[in-house]
């Protein structure tokens, strides 16, 4: 079964620094009805205005990926980690038995678009840990790459795995991809797995569906995902992410 949402129909609040899209109960949106998808508890659309972001704020008990799609964001954190992440790259932080941390946009005329997902973790009690990796266009163009595995795993083939996958503590995936009008790939989900869609940016053909720019599909009980760029004259490619849940 897919469960297509689309982009009007996500969650949206904004402040004089950030426009957002929220597609879980989050902050002051609370839907018993939509609390989560398995482990993703939240995945949050954010458009960060410049010199905005968020300050210093605790965490517990969390994997949190944020991943850019614009612009760039910097991170600090209370164990002393620093970095600014950009289009290209993604970065994983567990929460785990306590985390301080804030949030910018470094720039002072560009605004920075991300995506923030929580994953709630397999084992609790962990040491809080952060890292940060790349990837390029053509890592993913045409194909399904896996840029965040179960910790422990491989995500990459050997020829990448100095770029690798950030590392998180359940037994989730995240994939990415950019599939030029005409291509397409296909993912299998072994049983009793679920799968979650979300579109960056143009049209995907999913099995019997077709996602646009912002909407999302929550997807069970299928065993094959056919993905597929539509090859229309002037069709931008297909640009999104694929999560993989228990």
Known sequence: MIHTIRSNERYHAETDWLNTHWHFSFDHYHDPKNMNFGPLRVFNDDVVAPAGGFPFHAHREMEIITYIIEGAIEHRDDMGNTGVIRPGEIQRMSAGTGVRHSEYNPSKKDPAHLLQLWIMPAVQHLKPSWEQKSFSLADRSGKLLPIAVPAGSNGLPRANSARGAVQIHQNAKIYTSLLAPGQSTSHQLAQGRRAYIF????????????????????????????????????????????????
């Not at 999913?206 to 599909?217: F, K, R």
């Not at 597929?228 to 849940?245: C, I, M, N, Q, R």
């Open 199 to 246: 579109m960056i940016g143009g049209n995907l053909k999913l099995n019997s569906e077709t996602l646009g720019p912002g909407d999302q599909a929550r997807v069970t009980s299928e065993r094959e995902l056919e993905l597929a760029a539509p090859s229309e004259k002037g069709a931008a490619a297909a640009d999104f992410l694929l999560l993989d849940l228990p």
